[in-house]
T-cell receptor, first 113, second 118 residues
Framework: AQSVTQLGSHVSVSEGALVLLRCNYSSSVPPYLFWYVQYPNQGLQLLLKYTSAATLVKGINDFEAEFKKSETSFHLTKPSAHMSDAAEYFCAVSNTNAGKSTFGDGTTLTVKP | GAGVSQSPRYKVAKRGQDVALRCDPISGHVSLFWYQQALGQGPEFLTYFQNEAQLDKSGLPSDRFFAERPEGSVSTLKIQRTQQEDSAVYLC????????????????FGAGTRLSVL
């Protein structure tokens, strides 16, 4: 069984400030972990993925996430927020065999000018 | 197009009506997934195909939900006798394959079909 918990359904930051979106997971097997972004009325776009090759994963648009097994966490960060980063962000965990993903409930990121 | 295409984008149905939602995956993608996303929640897995074979339908909420992919490409999600609780965005995703090398496991999502049952 696998599950994802995203702490904080809404996060608000000022433009240029650090972005931190939290994700904790539970998985009975070594997980594959993903962060997706969803803009209004659009599908999910993959930001980055954890493959077990490196604990610090870099994605698109300067986002990165660090896999911490001891904390079962995979938090998403970005050093400096842009207005265009305002969107819904989803953390997901996948079983390598089945391929289906279990998603968190999402975090809405608001960026203030 | 190069991405996953879903139609219609919006569907309004009267309670009790049958609906059919279409998904055109990326050409050559073996695996196809359907997810249901209720308002304010993350997507929840419904069913999964590998080519034309439906390998996992554990997420289908009731026997009113039926999915098919007869030729291993286009897929249709059918909901019979729709109820208000079926109102959601239905997302389709495809991947080159499932399992194996992670690069081929990445799911590409369509924009979804927003179903409203009145």
């Amino acid at each position: 069984a696998q599950s994802v918990t995203q702490l904080g359904s809404h996060v608000s930051v000022s433009e240029g400030a650090l972005v931190l979106l939290r994700c904790n997971y539970s998985s009975s097997v070594p997980p594959y972990l993903f962060w997706y972004v969803q803009y209004p009325n659009q599908g999910l776009q993959l930001l980055l993925k954890y493959t077990s090759a490196a604990t610090l994963v870099k994605g698109i648009n300067d986002f990165e996430a660090e896999f911490k097994k001891s904390e079962t966490s995979f938090h998403l960060t970005k050093p400096s927020a842009h207005m265009s980063d305002a969107a819904e962000y989803f953390c997901a965990v996948s079983n390598t065999n089945a391929g289906k993903s279990t998603f968190g409930d999402g975090t809405t990121l608001t960026v203030k000018p | 197009g190069a991405g996953v295409s879903q139609s219609p984008r919006y569907k309004v149905a009267k309670r009790g009506q049958d609906v059919a939602l279409r998904c055109d995956p990326i050409s050559g993608h073996v695996s196809l997934f359907w997810y249901q996303q209720a308002l304010g929640q993350g997507p929840e897995f419904l069913t999964y195909f590998q080519n034309e074979a439906q390998l996992d339908k554990s997420g289908l909420p009731s026997d009113r939900f039926f999915a098919e992919r007869p030729e291993g490409s286009v897929s249709t999600l059918k909901i019979q006798r729709t109820q208000q609780e079926d109102s959601a965005v239905y997302l389709c995703a495809s991947s080159l394959e499932a399992g194996g090398a992670l690069a081929k496991n990445i799911q590409y999502f369509g924009a979804g079909t927003r179903l409203s049952v009145l």
